[in-house]
């Protein structure tokens, strides 16, 4: 079974530039995360999908983040403008829903890493 | 209080030790304990979750959990140099698909 699917790797920018990532999560998994990752830090929840539909989104920076999940499958993460504090890791997580049972671990994709310069 | 709190480390073991890694956490309607693993550079990989006090072994790794307490630990058995990496705690709330992640512990296994 193929894992979370992200691009690009690697993305280097100019500040006030804009830029992209997208995600292509795990087949049958409803559930959509965006996560940044700062150095020493852990993960840290941007926005959170059920299919389609964005169900929290409190930790979005919406005056410059963008993201939406068309169809219920891929995602894209846009900034713009990119602000030199945007550099990180950012990752996409995708879970499966579970009827029942309080677990439901989540599979992360390799990240893209972003240097705003 | 973060929500998650973890010493960052490093924590330094030999060869062969057991591995201690301590997680507490701030929201008593936590209901699920995930430990990752994360090598430098790449992302994290789920090694164990526990939602029930108690122990909860997998191998060379046991999730210990105590709610009273609102504790949760990983016990790494027979550390190896390839156990070297970060470990990150991640908390779900009742209720929610939202994980909390503390800043993780580097734990280093001395050849």
């Known amino acids: 079974e193929a894992g979370v699917v992200q691009s690009p790797r690697y993305k280097i920018i100019e500040k006030k530039q804009p830029v992209a990532f997208w995600c292509n999560p795990i087949s049958g998994h409803n559930t959509l995360y965006w996560y940044r990752q700062n150095l020493g830090q852990g993960p840290e929840l941007l926005i959170r999908y059920e299919n389609e539909e964005a169900v929290d989104d409190s930790q979005l920076p919406k005056d410059r983040f963008s993201a939406e999940r068309l169809k219920g499958v891929d995602s894209t993460l846009k900034i713009q403008p990119a602000e030199l504090g945007d550099s990180a890791v950012y990752l996409c997580a995708s879970s499966p829903r579970r009827q029942s049972g309080p677990d439901n671990e989540q599979f992360f994709g390799p990240g893209t890493r972003l240097t705003v310069l | 209080q973060k929500e998650v709190e973890q010493n960052s480390g490093p924590l330094s073991v030999p060869e062969g030790a057991i591995a201690s890694l301590n997680c507490t956490y701030s929201?008593?309607?936590?209901?699920?304990f995930f430990w990752y693993r994360q090598y430098s550079g790449k992302s994290p990989e789920l090694i164990m979750f526990?939602?029930?006090?108690g122990d909860k072994e997998d191998g060379r790794f046991t999730a210990q959990l105590n709610k009273a307490s609102q504790y949760v630990s990983l016990l790494i058995r027979d550390s190896q140099p390839s156990d070297s990496a970060t470990y990150l705690c991640a908390v779900k709330t009742s209720g929610t698909y939202k994980y909390i992640f503390g800043t993780g512990t580097r734990l280093k296994v001395l050849a």
């Open positions: 526990i939602y029930s006090n």
């Open positions: 929201d008593r309607g936590s209901q699920s």
